[in-house]
């Protein structure tokens, strides 16, 4: 498909397990960002990749939160340890540059920790 | 930081008639608000954005506004239609750097009634 592609779609996991969330962003966009949408609550930023540079990690809320983006392309979101407060919705977006362009989001992830 | 405010969080229509949702922004260098619509179970889908070199922009039943003055800006919709029933998110870039690295609005839940 042409736009963001995320998975997987839900994932139920257990308290303090760890948990690996994955990101295909469209084709040729260097530009890669990881939001989370809790229950009733808006759009929270995380992190974002620009081409090769050092990522943007002002967003994540705590040190069980890491991303790593291989090849330029494909991103894993990866939650250790998790809790109950990280249950949500963890979006992915993408966008052909950092600058004048616009980013373009994925269904998301629902994440449902029990 | 910078702080997004969305009124109102719910609103409610008649087909056919007009719908606006208002935002305001807290940082002076923010240069770019987009508008992002969500249905259910689905991630954010961008309908309109504006640039702070403009004051108005229009898509067919669309339309934005920007005061940058007193930084607020607005979403129109005219002729509402029961698809447009969602969530819609406003969101400014703060600092005026990254298109992608946004902070929303809480949302405004739009019900148009047949």
């Known amino acids: 498909g042409a736009g963001v592609s995320q998975s997987p779609s839900n994932k139920v996991t257990e308290k303090g397990k760890d948990v690996e969330l994955r990101c295909d962003p469209i084709?040729?966009?260097?530009?890669l960002y990881w939001y989370r949408q809790s229950l009733g609550q808006g759009l929270e930023f995380l992190i974002y990749?620009?081409?090769?540079?050092?990522?943007?990690k002002s967003g994540l809320p705590s040190d069980r939160f890491s991303a790593e983006r291989t090849g330029g392309s494909v991103s894993t979101l990866t939650i250790q340890r998790t809790q109950q407060e990280d249950s949500a919705v963890y979006l992915c977006?993408?966008?052909?540059?950092?600058?004048?362009?616009?980013?373009?989001f994925g269904e998301g992830s629902w994440l449902t920790v029990v | 930081g910078e702080n997004v405010e969305q009124h109102p969080s719910t609103l409610s229509v008649q087909e056919g008639d007009s719908a606006v949702i208002k935002c305001t922004y807290s940082?002076?260098?923010?240069?770019?608000f987009p508008w992002y619509k969500q249905e259910l179970g689905k991630g954010p889908q961008l309908i309109i954005d504006?640039?702070?070199?403009?004051g108005e922009k229009k898509d067919q039943r669309i339309a934005v506004t920007l005061n940058k003055t007193a930084k607020h800006f607005s979403l129109h919709i005219t002729e509402t239609q029961p698809e447009d029933s969602a969530v819609y998110f406003c969101?400014?870039?703060?600092?005026?750097?990254?298109?992608?690295?946004?902070?929303f609005g809480q949302g405004t839940i739009l019900t148009v009634h047949p």
């Open positions: 504006i640039r702070s070199n403009v």
């Open positions: 990749f620009q081409g090769n540079s050092a990522p943007d």
């Open positions: 084709s040729g966009h260097t530009a």
């Open positions: 940082d002076s260098a923010s240069n770019y």
């Open positions: 969101a400014a870039n703060p600092g005026g750097t990254s298109y992608g690295k946004l902070t």
């Open positions: 977006a993408s966008s052909a540059d950092r600058g004048g362009n616009t980013i373009y």
